[in-house]
């Protein structure tokens, strides 16, 4: 069964600095990965995902990832933070022709001004 | 298309009531997710369904749980009698057929039952 790691519970960083967030899958075979984000009180909103090809991926707002497959990683990086990026983010795994998501627990981003 | 559309947004009911949930695809979409989220248990999947089928209820919690898509464009998800632990934020999340999709998620219903 697929499941997805992520490093941290809660980050709180401030403004400008930079961001990585960790993402670990388990699963042997070929996959989707994708980053959510959710902003305090609303939905999952896609920022960023990776099908095939360049293995670094960029998103809306700045955000981009990095698959490594050798490590079965799929972080999340921005190189200066705004206070708008306060939110939770959420990895999230599917198969290869496979039909569920496995999301990971989240990561609470908290940017202080 | 105006997206996942979930209803209601906010729900309040009293313990031992019965709580119906609603939500419409994205029209196109064959896949209809039902996730929970709580602080406890972060996100997780309650069902899915395939062209209205449902494929995988292992994560419905209890029998009290069910849910339904009697056509392509809508879905419920019931509780019935619903408890205090049951409050939550449920969410709705549809896909289409293919390699390269992925979840789009409705604004969720907040349920709180007192």
């Known amino acids: 069964a697929q499941s997805v790691s992520q490093h941290n519970h809660h980050v709180i960083l401030s403004e400008a600095a930079s961001l990585e967030l960790g993402c670990n899958y388990s699963?042997?075979?070929?996959?989707?990965l994708f980053w959510y984000v959710q902003y305090p009180g609303q939905h999952l909103q896609l920022l960023l995902k990776?099908?095939?090809?360049?293995?670094l991926v960029k998103g809306i707002k700045g955000f981009e990832a990095e698959f490594i497959k050798s490590k079965f990683s799929f972080n999340l990086r921005k190189p200066s933070v705004q206070w708008s990026d306060t939110a939770e983010y959420f990895c999230a795994v599917n198969a290869f022709y496979g039909q569920n998501f496995v999301f990971g627990p989240g990561t609470r981003l908290s940017v202080l001004p | 298309d105006a997206g996942v559309i979930q209803s209601p947004r906010h729900e309040v009911t009293e313990m031992g009531q019965e709580v119906t949930l609603r939500c419409k695809p994205i029209s196109g979409h064959d896949y209809l997710f039902w996730y929970r989220q709580t602080m406890m248990r972060g996100l997780e999947l309650l069902i899915y369904?395939?062209?209205?089928?449902?494929?995988?209820d292992s994560g419905m919690p209890e029998d009290r749980f069910s849910a339904k898509m009697p056509n392509a464009s809508f879905s419920t998800l019931k509780i019935q009698p619903s408890e205090p632990r049951d409050s939550a934020v449920y969410f709705c999340?549809?896909?289409?057929?293919?390699?390269?999709?992925?979840?789009?998620f409705g604004q969720g219903t907040r349920l709180t039952v007192v």
């Open positions: 369904f395939n062209n209205n089928v449902p494929i995988d």
């Open positions: 699963y042997g075979g070929t996959v989707n």
């Open positions: 999340a549809s896909r289409q057929t293919g390699m390269n999709t992925e979840a789009f």
């Open positions: 990776y099908f095939s090809g360049d293995p």
